[in-house]
């Protein structure tokens, strides 16, 4: 059965940080771009990050540049979103997915519809 979970998810304050994880069971990663999106409350979900498969380069949004990190730990078949510094507005729930074969680089992010396999998502929540 292919899956992705994510976990990591939490409450943070302001300029905290919080590292997500997404652990992969039922296929292997290798040959997945791995993206990281996320939706706010009463807003469409959006991009925050993705990783090649072929030889890690990634994308970030705007928004997190500088203050995410994406990294893929094919080994144990899940990747991570480091979050530091975090802002009230980095309040969503947060999902990952898997695209095979597909690129990232500094300015591409595959499009979502592009993206098969997704997590159920883990909230984030970042309040004093």
């Known amino acids: 059965q292919v899956q992705l979970v994510e976990s990591g998810g939490g409450l943070v304050q302001p300029g905290g940080s919080l590292r997500l994880s997404c652990a992969a069971s039922?296929?292997?990663?290798?040959?997945?771009?791995i993206g990281w999106f996320r939706q706010a409350p009463g807003k469409e979900r959006e991009a925050v990050s993705c990783?090649?498969?072929?030889?890690?380069?990634?994308y970030y949004a705007d928004s997190v540049k500088g203050r995410f990190t994406i990294s893929r730990e094919n080994a144990k078949n899940t990747a991570y979103l480091q979050m530091i510094s975090q802002k009230p507005e980095g309040t969503a729930v947060y999902y990952c997915?898997?695209?095979?074969?597909?690129?990232?680089?500094?300015?591409?992010?595959?499009?979502?519809?592009?993206?098969?396999?997704w997590g159920q998502g883990t909230q984030v929540t970042v309040s004093s």
């Open positions: 990783i090649s498969s072929s030889d890690g380069s990634t």
């Open positions: 997915a898997t695209d095979e074969s597909a690129y990232c680089s500094d300015s591409y992010n595959p499009p979502e519809w592009e993206y098969d396999y």
């Open positions: 039922g296929f292997t990663l290798d040959n997945y771009a």
